[in-house]
Structures are given as C-alpha cells and as structure tokens.
C-alpha cells in the first residue's frame, strides 16, 4: 500500500509548523466520576455524551488534534469486560464521537484514531500468538477508517515487535498518516530495553509518518528522547508526555505537573525539534489551553528555550560510579546448584514434592523434609498452589525448608499470580534466599481452583518465564538493565509424553528448551511407552529428564486422577490393577511405579516422586529401588 502523499491535509498543516494535540482523556473520565475498573472504551456506546464532552472541552482549550477514547478498544482488551466481540462498534463509535465534536465547535480540527497496546505481551515471550494479535490491531483500524478518522496513532508501545505488528496492521488496511510513539522509562529505554535509535532503526521504514514517545514520565525526561530521535531521523517527531508521576491521596490518583510547566516545556520542546506536541496520563484542558498560549507568542523558538533552560534548568546529575562485580569463572561448580552438578555428573537424582500447607503452619512439610532428606532424596519440590487452590508462599516454604532442614530444594514458579514486574522480583527475592533450582510453569488457571472469579494474570506463559530466567542468568532484568552479579539458576520446565496431542506437546517442549530450560521434569506415568517414544523423538538433542511417578492409592485414586486432573492420562490396565488391589491398594501403587522406575532408570536423569496425601513413606519406598544407583553414561545435554 502506497503511502500518504505530502498533499494529505494532516502532513501538509505538520509541514507548516507544530501542531498542538489533546491532552488526556482517562484521567479526565476518571475525574469525572467513571471509576478504573470500568472499560473507558466501552464509553462510547454507554455514555457517549461525556466522551463527546471532553473531546469539546479539548478543541475550546486549543488542540489541533484530538484522539478517539480507543486507546484499549481491541478484541483482546475488550474481552476482560466481556466485550470482546464489540470491537469494531467500539472503535466506530469513538471516531464517530470525536468528528461529531469538532462538528459541533466548527473548527479545523484532525481527528486520530488511538491504537494502544493489547494489554499482554505477544509471543515468543508472551500468551499471544502474532497472528492473533495482528487480526485484533486490524480489527481496530478497520473500525477506526469505518467511523472516518484522519489518521491513526499507535501509542504507549513498550515492545517493539508489538508495534511492529500494529504498523502491520494499519497499512494492512489504509494509507492514512500514521503516528507511532514508544514509551521510554526514567534511564531512557523501552521497557524491553530498546533505545530510541532502535526505535528508530526498527520502524522508520515500515510504513510511519511521524515518529515519537508518549506517556512514559514527564516532560523533561522525554526532551531527552526527542533529542535523540531527532538526531536519527528526518520523520516529523511528535511528543505527549504524562504530567509526571502521580500521587494517591484522599482515594485519587493527582499529578503534580502545572500547566504552566508543560508550557515552558512546549516551548523547549519545539525548539528540540517536535512538530506534534501533547500530554498524556494527568494533562488535561488546562494543560493545553496554556500549550496554546505558550507556543503561540511570537519569538518562541530556540532562543526563549534556551532562556528557560537557564533560569530553571536542574543541576548536572553526576555519573554513576562504576560497579564492578566479581562472578564466578565459567565452569565453576560453586556457581551452580547440587541438582546441577549431580546432572552434569551424570548421577541419577531423586527428586520429592512437598506441597505448600492450605495455612499458615507448615510444620508437617518441614518434617517430611527432614524425613525425606534422611531417607536419600536429592532435592524437594516445592509445589506452587497446585489446581489454583490457596495455599502458603511456596518461595516462603522453599526457604524454610533450605534453611531449616538443609536440602536444596525447586521452587515451582507459575506466571498466573504475578505481573512481569512481580515476576523478576520474586526471582531476584528467590536468590538472595539461596534457591538455585526453578520450575518454570504456566501455572493453572484460578477459575480451576477455589476463586474461580479471581483474575489472573498471565503476563507470560511458561516460556516467557524461561526466557526471563535465562536474562537474569546473564546479568539483567527484562529491560536490560544491569542487575549486579547474575543470578545462578537452574532452569527447569515441565512436559507430558502421554499426551493426547504428542505433537504439540513435542513442539512445545522444543520451545521452552530453545527458550533456555536445562531439566524437564515429567507429569506422572503409568506406561514406559509415552516415555520412549517421548526420548527417541529428541534423542541426544534434549535436557535431562526426571521421570514423574505418583504412587496410587486405590481405585478410586487413579479414577479421580485420570477423569478430574488435567495432565494426567493412566492407562486402562493400571486402573484394572487398582480395581483389583482392593485393601492392597497403596502397596500395588508402590509396586507399580518400582517397576516402571526400574525399567526407566537407565533412559532418564532422574525421578520425580509425587506424594497423595503427604505420604511421604509411600514415596520413599519407590525411590529406594535407585538409592545406590551407580554413575551413569551420559544420555543428554549437561545443564552447563
């Protein structure tokens, strides 16, 4: 699709100098009595005429250019209100409702079309397949050019693959002006650690008109970004920043930013290049009723930003020092954990689960620990609310267990309780506690569990968690950023070879291990067959696997497993033998898992026992059968 000439209405008036832009529209709902938890998109079609109010109130104070209240208008976003198949009305509506205000004020005024983030990270690392996001950003612009914008703003990007697929997106379906704006944190990047050369570098030939940053901080941090996007690009810059960071008080979020200060920074702005100026988060009417004033004087220019520069610029900040940290040599064995030792010497290791207790005493799990660790188990698995059922911290009962019974433990870590920020903490919080070991899992869903009406979060899944796994390893967090000394985990994740749909289930596994996984640890099973033909399908191009066994308990036991627990698939003559066990129920579950685990021994890394009930006996018979197992040949990769 050919681009928008130099004769479009909207470039030829940003050719003859900076247009001025609205302000916020969420924070003024929200000051309008529409609490956070509501969908401000779903506005359009509920209470039009307040929406269609603000827009009024922004073309009175001097905006040139207002947004359509779509900025989370996506199928995706929209599905969190139960609204997802509203999109396309939505997004109609809000470019309807901004053309009917500057209708009614009789003014020269373009309208854009507000295209923001998805709401969840896109694949590799996130839940969201590319093509699906792709189909809810063309979704939107479609509604977008049906309700007649001008032009279309993507904004408030922190991925720069997602904005790829939005830019995608928009010239998939017209050749309107395109404005794209990243967001940059307070040290100058992305989110995901992209500078704005790279932002440069990424999108200026893909289709965008305009280039900028929005939201973010305030105004003077993102001076700093237009400099430096003005230096890499001839496109027109544009720049809306929030009115600095906010403030909770009296149950209200306040920004401290004046208007009078986003003028003098208009003007600093312009002078820094920007041709498109705004606000975002807590600019209001105010805020651009003074931009106006300011940016209309005469003389405002180089000249008047470098006299406020002068009178009012901020003291240098002075370098930080330079930290520099020893790690330890490459190879070192004190740098990694015992699991990881253990399966780099090829020593077969037995692995025990302990779940977390439903309260605050986990008296019962520190005992078993000490049990188990006296009856030669390896390592102890410490479960992560399982089937999404409240239960205690399981990085608190790690610890304890680490620190009160001395055996090193796995700590299961889900995605489903915690945001990307959350997530980094937790882990870093886990290394300081001397946790080496990590299962990354997705984690099961709470509508499985006893809040089925808690909202989770799922920022990742579980091969997000093992690329951020593998970035703390190397010294950073998500964005890059330096975290000191890097942590020293042992990457683990979870695969089923008796799934119903094996494909899948190898292709997956195929992905955590490029994402980073060293250990794969197994759901139960019955049969050595899921196994085999889950090894010859890999070969020597896997990871140590620790083989799962769940000793059963009675007939009804396997039935509950096999018919209610998702993951788990026991064959029809493990369930005859339970029927037929009667009373000897626990001691032919025993029996059956010795047998397959002896049968197994030689084609895994390990086993990984799972207790019913905290029987923690039951499991420590099964692993006596490998308690004096010899060093082995090496079958797989070494977790290096």
């Known amino acids: 699709m050919e681009l928008p000439s130099l004769k479009n209405p909207f470039l030829k008036r940003l050719e003859a100098g900076v247009v001025l832009a609205d302000g916020a529209m969420g924070t003024l709902l929200y000051e309008r009595g529409i609490p956070f938890d509501r969908s401000f998109d779903l506005l359009n079609l509920q209470e039009p005429a307040l929406v269609q109010s603000i827009h009024r109130d922004y073309i009175r104070a001097g905006a040139e250019l207002i947004e359509t209240n779509t900025f989370g208008a996506s199928r995706i976003r929209l599905a969190t209100h139960g609204s997802g198949d509203d999109a396309r009305r939505v997004n109609r509506a809000g470019a309807q409702l901004a053309r009917n205000a500057r209708e009614e004020i009789g003014e020269v005024v373009f309208v854009a079309g507000a295209i923001g983030p998805l709401g969840k990270p896109v694949a590799p690392l996130g839940t969201i397949p590319k093509e699906e996001a792709l189909a809810a ?38 050749d309107l002006p395109l404005v794209a704006e990243m967001t940059f944190t307070e040290d100058g990047r992305t989110l995901y650690g992209a500078y704005p050369e790279d932002v440069v570098r990424v999108t200026q030939s893909l289709g965008v008109n305009v280039l900028g940053a929005n939201c973010s901080v305030g105004p003077q941090r993102l001076l700093e970004i237009v400099q430096r996007l003005t230096r890499r690009t001839e496109l027109p810059i544009s720049v809306m920043p929030n009115a600095g960071l906010p403030q909770f008080a009296n149950g209200r979020f306040l920004y401290l930013a004046s208007p009078d200060y986003f003028a003098d920074y208009a003007i600093r702005l312009k002078a820094a290049g920007a041709r498109l100026i705004g606000g975002c988060c807590g600019t209001t009417p105010a805020h651009i009723r003074r931009m106006r004033e300011a940016l209309a004087r005469p003389g405002t220019g180089a000249a008047e930003a470098a006299a406020l520069d002068g009178a009012s610029a901020p003291p240098p900040v002075p370098p930080a020092p330079q930290i520099v940290v020893e790690e330890p040599a490459a190879g070192d064995p004190a740098s990694r954990s015992l699991l990881a030792r253990k399966l780099a010497n090829h020593e077969f290791v037995v692995s025990v689960e302990v779940d977390p207790p439903r309260g605050a005493r986990p008296k019962k799990m520190i005992e078993g620990a ?11 698995n410490v479960a992560d609310s399982p089937m999404a059922r409240v239960r205690m911290s399981s990085l608190a009962l790690a610890s304890m267990i680490y620190q009160q019974v001395g055996v090193e433990t796995i700590l299961h870590f889900t995605c489903r309780d915690r945001n990307l920020m959350g997530i980094q903490s937790d882990l870093m919080g886990a290394h300081a506690l001397g946790i080496r070991n990590i299962l990354a899992l997705t984690g099961d869903p709470p509508r499985a569990g006893d809040y089925p009406n808690a909202t989770a979060v799922f920022d990742v899944d579980s091969v997000g968690l093992i690329r951020i796994l593998r970035q703390l390893n190397a010294g950073t967090d998500l964005a890059g950023n330096s975290i000191g000394e890097p942590t020293r985990f042992l990457i683990g994740c979870a695969v089923n070879p008796a799934s119903e749909d094996i494909e899948a289930e190898l292709k997956r596994f195929q992905q955590k291990m490029d994402a980073g996984a060293e250990f794969t640890m197994t759901q139960p099973l019955y049969e050595l067959e899921p196994l085999t033909r889950f090894l010859e399908a890999f070969g020597k191009k896997r990871v140590p696997v620790l083989l799962g066994l769940l000793p059963l308990q009675s007939h009804r036991h396997a039935e509950f497993l096999h018919n209610e627990v998702p993951g788990i698939n026991i064959p029809e003559h493990a369930r005859e033998a339970m029927r037929n066990a009667g009373e000897k129920g626990i001691e032919v579950g025993v029996e059956m898992c010795r047998a397959l685990l002896l049968k197994a021994k030689d084609l895994v890394e390990g086993a990984y026992l799972m207790p019913s009930f905290g029987r923690y006996e039951v499991v420590a018979r099964v692993a006596e059968v490998v308690r004096t197992a010899p060093k082995r040949a090496p079958k797989a990769a070494s977790p290096a």
């Open 137 to 174: 950003y063309i979704e939107q612009v479609e509604g977008l050019v049906e309700g007649g914008v001008d032009l279309l703003i993507i904004e408030t990007q922190t991925d720069l693959e997602e904005m790829k697929l939005a830019i995608q997106a928009v010239r998939r379906v017209t």
């Open 370 to 380: 000490q049990f188990l660790k006296s009856s030669g188990v390896d390592v102890i």
